[in-house]
C-alpha cells in the first residue's frame, strides 16, 4: 500500500511552546489529507481536512488558531500546536487519499505522540 | 446515536480461533467501508477495502457488508498472536459528500499463544 510518514513519531516540550508536526505522502500525491487526535482507547477523532493550497477546514470545536494545518504541496502538510498545554498531549494521526481514483481509501501516517509538560 | 457503532472489547481468542469484529451504522449513504488494523502506539493500518454490500476475502481476512442491515464484519482465520491489536471499522458516503470517514471506536484483540 502507499506511504505515508509522519514525524516526529514523538515528542515533548513545555507548556506555552509550539510544535509543528509533518505529514508526507511518500509515494502518491495527496490532495487531500486528514488530521486526527486520538486520546486512549477512543477513535480517531477528525480535527480538520487539510486541501493542497487552500484553507484547511476544521470539525466544530477545533480551534483553527491552536492548531495551525498547512498543506504547501500535493506531498505534505504540517500540524503546528501553537502555544502547548498539558491538555494538547494526545496522540496525533495524519491520513492522505491518493489523487488518483475518485472514492479511495486512506493510508495513515505512524502517528505523532505529543507530551506537553 | 453514533454515526458508527463498534464494541470495544476486549476481546481475548485462543491462537487458532476465527475471530468475528463487527459494526453497525445508521447513516444508509455510507458505500465505502475500510477495517484498520492499529498496534499500540501506532497509526492505523489499511486491512480491508469494500464498496457497497458484499464479502471480500484477503488470505486469512474476510469482510462482509450487509447495507440492508447496516452491518459490516471482519473475520479472522486462524488467528495469530501477531494479529493482536486494536480493530477499527471506517466507512464513508464517498467524494460527494466531502468523503469524510466516519470511525468505530474500535476493537481490542489479544490473540492469546
Known amino acids: 500500500g502507499a506511504v505515508v510518514s509522519q514525524h516526529p513519531s514523538w515528542v515533548i516540550c513545555k507548556s506555552g511552546t509550539s510544535v509543528k508536526i509533518e505529514c508526507r505522502s511518500l509515494d502518491f500525491q495527496a490532495t487531500t489529507m486528514f488530521w486526527y487526535r486520538q486520546f486512549p482507547k477512543q477513535s480517531l477523532m477528525l480535527m480538520a481536512t487539510s486541501n493542497e493550497g487552500s484553507k484547511a477546514t476544521y470539525e466544530q470545536g477545533v480551534e483553527k488558531d491552536k492548531f495551525l494545518i498547512n498543506h504547501a504541496s500535493l506531498t505534505l502538510s504540517t500540524l503546528t500546536v501553537t502555544s502547548a498545554h498539558p491538555e494538547d498531549s494526545s496522540f496525533y494521526i495524519c491520513?492522505?487519499?491518493?489523487?488518483?481514483?475518485?472514492?479511495?481509501?486512506?493510508?495513515f501516517g505512524q502517528g505523532t505522540r505529543l507530551t506537553v509538560v | 446515536q453514533k454515526e458508527v457503532e463498534q464494541d470495544p472489547g476486549p476481546l481475548s481468542v485462543p491462537e487458532g480461533a476465527i475471530v468475528s469484529l463487527n459494526c453497525t451504522y445508521s447513516?444508509?449513504?455510507?458505500?465505502?467501508f475500510m477495517w484498520y488494523r492499529q498496534y499500540s502506539r501506532k497509526g492505523p493500518e489499511l486491512l480491508m477495502y469494500t464498496y457497497s454490500s458484499g464479502n471480500k476475502e484477503d488470505g486469512r481476512f474476510t469482510a462482509q457488508v450487509d447495507k440492508s442491515s447496516k452491518y459490516i464484519s471482519l473475520f479472522i482465520r486462524d488467528s495469530q498472536p501477531s494479529d493482536s491489536a486494536t480493530y477499527l471499522c471506517?466507512?464513508?458516503?464517498?467524494?460527494?459528500?466531502?468523503?469524510?470517514?466516519?470511525f468505530g471506536t474500535g476493537t481490542s484483540l489479544t490473540v492469546i499463544p
Open positions: 447513516n444508509s449513504a455510507f458505500q465505502y
Open positions: 491520513s492522505a487519499r491518493p489523487m488518483a481514483g475518485v472514492n479511495t481509501e486512506a493510508f
Open positions: 471506517a466507512m464513508s458516503a464517498g467524494v460527494n459528500t466531502g468523503n469524510q470517514f466516519y
